[in-house]
């Protein structure tokens, strides 16, 4: 927690301030998470300060909270380019990515449980840079990131705007977002690397190397080939369900049966479900 604090504090991501009269204080609190390798070993152990955003109000402290991704589709296609001109894909993990995002409204959270200011233990944090858990995080990164992208030359796709491309002379480069997720190919390697070198000078990051293992789906490059399998994903799935013991069927469902004609208990964890639901 003393690391991540401390790069929330380098980032400055808030400043101390009295609590006002008419605003809305938010709450937040430390979420403690394993990272895990494409082999399902422990990569890492990860701290991370999340603000309750679920105590936001509307018109008050946030307002526009859309954020664009990456089609799937999209992915798709551009592997298929990279790999009919013999491209490589690199994938990037931008760390902290929400903490970049710039607020434009007015937001005060509670000071973080453990770190209390001995000198201003009645004061809250007005924020300065978005933190996970808010409305508008994803939207203040989007849009601190792209508008970094244009700023450089990029344009975006008409057809999906999380994928930017830079046209020079000889060369193109190509950008897909997903988040804190990127992947880049382009004709020129160095190129490339360059460009990966120049992100990371503005936006700390990882660089993963070539694309292994992207929003669940395993890849793995083959001569002209890729293979994409999301057994892992699956087996994580089934894992989380307890039905790793299940029988396997082809057809797992009747097509055009609705849940409402189904007879049955109804289910005691709808959490558990609509997590489910969302991972499905």
Not at 93 to 112: I, S
Not at 198 to 218: P, Q, T, W
Not at 238 to 262: D, I, V, W, Y
Request: hydrophobic residues 40%; charged residues 15%; glycine residues 6%.
């Amino acid at each position: 927690m003393e690391k991540e604090f401390s790069a929330l504090q380098r980032n400055n991501t808030w400043h101390l301030v009295p609590p006002p009269s008419n605003g809305n204080i938010i709450g937040c609190k430390w979420v403690y998470k394993l990272k895990y390798k494409p082999d399902g070993t422990v990569d890492r152990y990860k701290a991370r300060l999340v603000a309750q955003g679920f105590t936001q109000t509307l018109g008050l402290d946030y307002f526009e909270t859309f954020s664009p991704i990456v089609k799937a589709s999209t992915i798709r296609i551009i592997l298929v380019v990279a790999l009919s001109f013999n491209w490589s894909v690199h994938q990037l993990d931008v760390q902290n990515a929400f903490l970049h995002g710039t607020l434009e409204e007015h937001v005060f959270m509670h000071q973080p449980p453990g770190f209390i200011n001995s000198q201003f233990p009645s004061h809250v944090c007005k924020l300065n840079k978005a933190l996970y858990g808010l409305k508008q995080a994803p939207r203040a990164w989007y849009t601190k990131l792209s508008t970094s992208l244009l700023g450089w030359g990029f344009q975006a796709s008409r057809a999906d705007s999380s994928m930017f491309i830079h046209h020079s002379t000889h060369d193109v480069l190509i950008l897909l977002i997903y988040v804190d997720d990127i992947l880049v190919t382009g004709s020129n390697s160095a190129q490339v690397s360059s460009f990966i070198t120049r992100l990371n000078s503005s936006f700390a990051l990882r660089d993963l190397g070539y694309v292994n293992y992207f929003l669940g789906i395993k890849v793995v490059r083959s001569g002209i080939m890729f293979h994409l399998s999301q057994h892992k994903y699956t087996q994580d799935l089934l894992s989380r369900t307890a039905m790793l013991e299940s029988k396997p069927a082809t057809t797992p469902g009747l097509l055009g049966q609705t849940l409402s004609h189904l007879n049955g208990e109804p289910l005691l964890d709808t959490t558990l479900y609509r997590s489910m639901v969302g991972v499905l």
